[in-house]
């Protein structure tokens, strides 16, 4: 019983590692709750074409020529509460950047109560089939995840879990400082 619990313990510690990438130990950091990695600009994939229905604002597209912050969320999800005011108030600060949030895993009633909560000015879109379009890049691994795709529309940038100021802003100061 011993041998399996050790090897059980074991499992668990290496398999919070990632001992099969390739990234560079200096753009991966922990900044508070969220892990966040910046891939240098040979490694970045482009991103779907985010288009679709949203929650308040009918269909839309993102224009794939300007920095966008994509948050995946739920209503349910307590970091995504945590961050949404965050995430709201730096879609004001930067205002050259596009923010829109895709929901999943969640019901419309439940997100547009959460949306009026919060006073979330950006899009939400509704269908989360868009997150399948991430596979070969960095894909959306945690609820809550943001990610930054630079002005060339390849992804630059995933913080799994709940954004912080700090995080947020040296990953999107970064991304804008890359143009």
């Given amino acids: 019983m011993r041998l399996v619990s050790v090897f059980l313990m074991v499992l668990m510690v290496t398999s919070c590692s990632n001992p099969g990438s390739t990234i560079q130990s200096e753009n991966a950091f922990v900044s508070g709750s969220g892990v966040s990695l910046f891939l240098d600009k040979p490694d970045r994939k482009t991103a779907p074409k985010i288009s679709g229905p949203t929650l308040t604002s009918g269909e839309i597209t993102l224009d794939p020529n300007r920095v966008s912050v994509i948050n995946v969320w739920a209503s349910w999800c307590a970091p995504c509460r945590a961050e949404a005011p965050v995430l709201q108030d730096f879609s004001i600060q ?61 992804v630059a940038v995933r913080i799994s879990g709940e954004v912080t100021v700090a995080g947020l802003r040296k990953m999107l100061d970064k991304v804008l400082a890359d143009a």
């Fill in 94 to 154: 930067y205002p050259e950047v596009q923010f829109a949030g895709i929901l999943t895993r969640d019901n419309l009633s439940s997100a547009k109560a959460f949306y009026e909560n919060f006073k979330i000015t950006y899009p939400t879109f509704i269908d989360d089939s868009i997150l399948l379009g991430f596979s070969g890049s960095l894909i959306p691994n945690a609820i809550p995840t943001t990610l930054i795709i630079d002005k060339n529309g390849k």
